[in-house]
């Protein structure tokens, strides 16, 4: 059962143009909320359009926290995430106010939900590595090479668990130990949160058009001019900022590789293929151990396509929760 002792929390989680930072907004003024990012994009200082960050008349609707935070120059990481959060739900809380947490990076959510492990710092060479074999090979190939290097954690991850395989490598590789290895020594431990999580789950052919569409905005919204001013940095291109979705095309149409018509068709392609990527992540995870969560999914195009039926479904459902209601009320 859920103890109702624990103070509530509310998950907005799903693939990239699902509809999830509307749907926390309405929440957030429904509840009471602070929206908290978690996405590992938005938290960079220098990607407001090309991450599609909540606009600044939505900011000014409810509290929000953790966009735009970071320097793209410092790459985040899921330890430094999992406190930054836990700061700003403790202070949405002492505001008397609900944490809404909104992204679609699935391990940031496990970070909360499952506890993280004490792991060294892994250093940036073994975590673009990681990322690099990831997207060259996919998750299959880097599953074999996990298996060669540490069959242990290897044989917990499914072949497509791309997150958690990036993770394992790079922590495999950066410290010369197992993820699982170090998971029995450091003792992970859950946030001492009861929460809600509200997974959307878009059918492919609404979300491939929600991302043509999106791209479409984001160059009107000016993120050739903002990719352009990201890449005056001179930054290291295996920074996470330097490879956020759109930015190395508009980076190669910029230095004459690519024509925007062909850097487009490219940043939707990858695109689509990672929300692909996310939905699949999410219809096999539980977002949290069952005594401390509930969660619900929601196929829908994004919240203005949200049936009136559904929308009062996943508000019911998280007004019990907040409330502090068993799974069945």
Same mark, same amino acid.
């Given at each position: &059962?859920?103890?109702?002792?624990?103070?509530?929390?509310? /998950?907005?989680?799903?693939?990239?143009?699902?509809?999830?930072?509307?749907? *926390?907004?309405?929440?957030?003024?429904?509840?009471?909320?602070?929206? /908290?990012? *978690?996405? =590992? &994009?938005?938290?960079?200082?220098?990607?407001?359009?090309?991450?599609?960050?909540?606009?600044?008349?939505?900011?000014?609707?409810?509290?929000?926290?953790?966009?735009?935070?970071?320097?793209? *120059?410092?790459?985040?990481?899921?330890?430094?995430?999992?406190? !930054?959060?836990?700061?700003?739900?403790?202070?949405?809380?002492?505001?008397?106010?609900?944490?809404?947490?909104?992204?679609?990076?699935?391990?940031?959510?496990?970070?909360?939900?499952?506890?993280?492990?004490?792991?060294?710092?892994?250093?940036?060479? *073994?975590? $673009?590595?990681?990322?690099?074999?990831?997207?060259?090979?996919?998750?299959? =190939?880097?599953?074999?090479?996990?298996?060669?290097?540490?069959?242990?954690?290897?044989?917990?991850?499914?072949?497509?668990?791309?997150?958690?395989?990036?993770?394992?490598?790079?922590?495999?590789?950066?410290?010369?130990?197992?993820?699982?290895?170090?998971?029995?020594?450091?003792?992970?431990?859950?946030?001492?949160?009861?929460?809600?999580?509200?997974?959307?789950?878009?059918?492919?052919?609404?979300?491939?058009?929600?991302?043509?569409?999106?791209?479409? !905005?984001?160059?009107?919204?000016?993120? &050739?001019?903002?990719?352009?001013?990201?890449?005056?940095?001179?930054?290291?291109?295996?920074?996470?900022?330097?490879?956020?979705?759109?930015?190395?095309?508009?980076? $190669?149409?910029?230095?004459?590789?690519?024509?925007?018509?062909?850097?487009?068709?490219? $940043? /939707?392609?990858?695109?689509?293929?990672?929300?692909?990527?996310?939905?699949?992540?999410?219809?096999?995870?539980?977002?949290?151990?069952?005594?401390?969560?509930?969660?619900?999914?929601?196929?829908?195009?994004?919240?203005?396509?949200?049936?009136?039926?559904?929308?009062?479904?996943?508000?019911?459902?998280?007004?019990?929760?907040?409330?502090?209601?068993?799974?069945?009320?």
């Amino acid at each position: &059962m859920t103890s109702p002792d624990l103070p509530p929390a509310i /998950i907005v989680a799903g693939p990239t143009t699902s509809g999830k930072s509307a749907l *926390a907004l309405a929440l957030a003024l429904r509840v009471g909320g602070t929206v /908290i990012n *978690a996405d =590992s &994009m938005q938290v960079y200082r220098e990607l407001r359009v090309i991450t599609a960050r909540p606009t600044p008349d939505e900011e000014a609707m409810v509290p929000h926290a953790l966009y735009g935070v970071r320097p793209a *120059a410092e790459a985040g990481t899921v330890a430094w995430w999992r406190c !930054a959060a836990l700061a700003a739900m403790e202070e949405a809380r002492a505001a008397g106010r609900v944490p809404i947490l909104c992204g679609g990076t699935g391990l940031y959510f496990l970070s909360l939900t499952e506890g993280l492990a004490e792991v060294p710092p892994v250093p940036e060479a *073994a975590r $673009a590595e990681a990322r690099r074999l990831l997207e060259a090979e996919g998750p299959a =190939s880097l599953h074999a090479r996990l298996a060669a290097l540490d069959p242990e954690t290897a044989a917990s991850l499914r072949p497509t668990d791309s997150q958690r395989l990036a993770r394992a490598y790079e922590v495999v590789t950066g410290t010369g130990r197992g993820l699982r290895a170090w998971q029995r020594e450091g003792g992970a431990v859950p946030a001492p949160w009861r929460f809600a999580a509200v997974v959307l789950d878009p059918p492919r052919p609404a979300l491939r058009s929600a991302i043509a569409r999106r791209w479409k !905005a984001m160059l009107e919204a000016g993120a &050739m001019e903002e990719v352009a001013a990201l890449g005056a940095q001179g930054l290291d291109p295996a920074l996470p900022a330097m490879r956020a979705h759109g930015v190395p095309e508009l980076l $190669a149409v910029q230095a004459g590789r690519m024509t925007l018509e062909a850097a487009s068709t490219r $940043a /939707i392609l990858n695109t689509g293929q990672y929300t692909k990527r996310q939905a699949t992540w999410f219809r096999h995870h539980a977002l949290a151990p069952p005594a401390l969560t509930h969660s619900i999914h929601a196929r829908c195009e994004g919240l203005e396509q949200f049936s009136e039926c559904e929308l009062a479904k996943i508000i019911a459902f998280v007004d019990r929760r907040v409330d502090g209601g068993s799974p069945g009320a």
